[in-house]
């Protein structure tokens, strides 16, 4: 069994439309695969619908959260779609992402790089924006060569002269919504990006808010910082999980470059109550048993 429960589409920053990360995902060898766009589940009808025969979905999202001011994401999986709170906390998180990135767009503008909110709008169409949609610009603008150099104090990491910054829910607000909506929380790549790391210190608070898992095989984490992760999720009782994090060509299409045992993903799975995992089958998508 080969799992992944972490990547993007179009819904939000990723580069394919959820239909193509679906056939992506079974060309890859994948037998599960969940979409976890950033504060939205607008891709999943679409995911759904293109489920290639034995490709079994599960829904998710990736919750943008703050800490301290420092951002933490949460991955929410088989949780109520239509859960009223968790809805509306995301419809406010999407506003407050579209507000900053134009103010960012106007800081760039201030700076003398030729970007415009149109133009990054455009990037973005109906998906969740996000600041690679505003990097995107900027390489169109020919300022940086690769999207990844947006996120430098130059431009848009944070403290960056363009930067803005967000409203977003704490870890154990997230959490208790996910869960409230019948869904299982996983906290998302902890050692990734550089400077502030997420304090392990604090995961026995999150799991006695109900946090179920960390992802600990992720691409951006090292060997020791597995290892660092692998010790810290035994000792909190927290369900490991690896997953590739896959935006399509922002990533490289590594779709299934990290997964998770079955084992694990049976665990998860039985502590959601707000949906079924979907899968794909010669007569359209059926809930396995
Ligand atoms: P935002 O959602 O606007 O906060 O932007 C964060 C998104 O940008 C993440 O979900 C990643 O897709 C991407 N990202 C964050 N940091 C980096 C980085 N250092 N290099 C490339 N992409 C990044
Ligand atoms: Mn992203
Ligand atoms: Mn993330
Ligand atoms: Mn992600």
Request: net charge positive.
């Given at each position: 069994?080969?799992?992944?429960?972490?990547v993007?589409?179009?819904?939000?920053?990723?580069?394919?439309?959820?239909?193509?990360?679906?056939?992506?995902?079974?060309?890859?060898?994948?037998?599960?695969?969940?979409l976890?766009?950033?504060?939205?589940?607008a891709?999943?009808?679409?995911?759904?619908?293109?489920?290639?025969?034995?490709l079994?979905?599960?829904?998710?999202?990736?919750?943008?959260?703050?800490?301290?001011?420092?951002?933490?994401?949460?991955?929410?999986y088989?949780?109520?779609?239509?859960?009223?709170?968790?809805?509306?906390?995301?419809?406010?998180?999407?506003?407050?992402?579209?507000?900053?990135?134009?103010?960012?767009?106007?800081?760039?503008?201030?700076?003398?790089?030729p970007?415009?909110?149109?133009?990054?709008?455009?990037?973005?169409g109906?998906?969740?924006?996000?600041?690679?949609?505003?990097?995107?610009?900027?390489v169109?603008?020919?300022?940086?060569?690769?999207?990844?150099?947006?996120?430098?104090?130059?431009?848009?990491?944070?403290?960056?002269?363009?930067?803005?910054?967000?409203y977003a829910?704490?870890?154990?607000?997230?959490?208790?919504?996910?869960?409230?909506?019948?869904?299982?929380?996983?906290?998302?790549h902890?050692?990734?990006?550089?400077?502030?790391?997420?304090?392990?210190?604090?995961?026995?608070?999150?799991?006695?808010?109900?946090?179920?898992g960390?992802?600990?095989?992720?691409?951006?984490?090292?060997?020791a910082?597995?290892?660092?992760?692998?010790?810290?999720?035994?000792e909190?009782?927290?369900?490991?999980?690896?997953s590739?994090?896959?935006?399509?060509?922002?990533?490289?299409?590594?779709?299934g470059?990290?997964?998770?045992?079955?084992?694990?993903?049976?665990?998860?799975?039985?502590?959601?109550?707000?949906a079924?995992p979907?899968?794909g089958?010669?007569?359209?998508?059926?809930?396995?048993?």
């Amino acid at each position: 069994m080969r799992i992944d429960l972490h990547v993007h589409s179009t819904a939000s920053d990723g580069t394919d439309p959820p239909a193509q990360v679906m056939r992506r995902a079974r060309a890859a060898g994948l037998d599960i695969v969940a979409l976890t766009d950033h504060d939205t589940t607008a891709g999943l009808a679409a995911a759904e619908r293109a489920l290639p025969a034995g490709l079994t979905l599960v829904s998710g999202m990736e919750l943008s959260c703050l800490t301290d001011s420092h951002s933490v994401h949460l991955l929410g999986y088989l949780f109520d779609a239509a859960d009223p709170h968790l809805t509306a906390e995301c419809a406010r998180i999407r506003e407050s992402r579209r507000d900053r990135a134009q103010r960012m767009v106007a800081r760039l503008r201030a700076l003398g790089v030729p970007v415009t909110w149109e133009q990054v709008r455009a990037i973005a169409g109906r998906g969740t924006i996000g600041r690679p949609h505003v990097a995107r610009a900027m390489v169109a603008a020919g300022v940086i060569k690769r999207f990844e150099q947006a996120f430098t104090k130059d431009w848009l990491a944070p403290g960056g002269r363009a930067y803005v910054s967000r409203y977003a829910p704490t870890p154990p607000r997230a959490i208790a919504l996910v869960r409230a909506a019948g869904g299982v929380a996983v906290l998302a790549h902890p050692r990734a990006g550089r400077g502030w790391r997420f304090p392990l210190s604090e995961l026995p608070a999150l799991a006695a808010v109900g946090l179920a898992g960390i992802e600990v095989d992720h691409p951006d984490h090292d060997d020791a910082q597995r290892a660092e992760l692998r010790r810290a999720a035994r000792e909190t009782g927290l369900i490991e999980l690896g997953s590739s994090d896959d935006h399509g060509s922002l990533t490289g299409h590594r779709i299934g470059c990290e997964t998770t045992s079955h084992a694990n993903y049976r665990r998860l799975v039985a502590l959601a109550v707000g949906a079924k995992p979907v899968r794909g089958s010669r007569h359209g998508p059926e809930t396995p048993p």
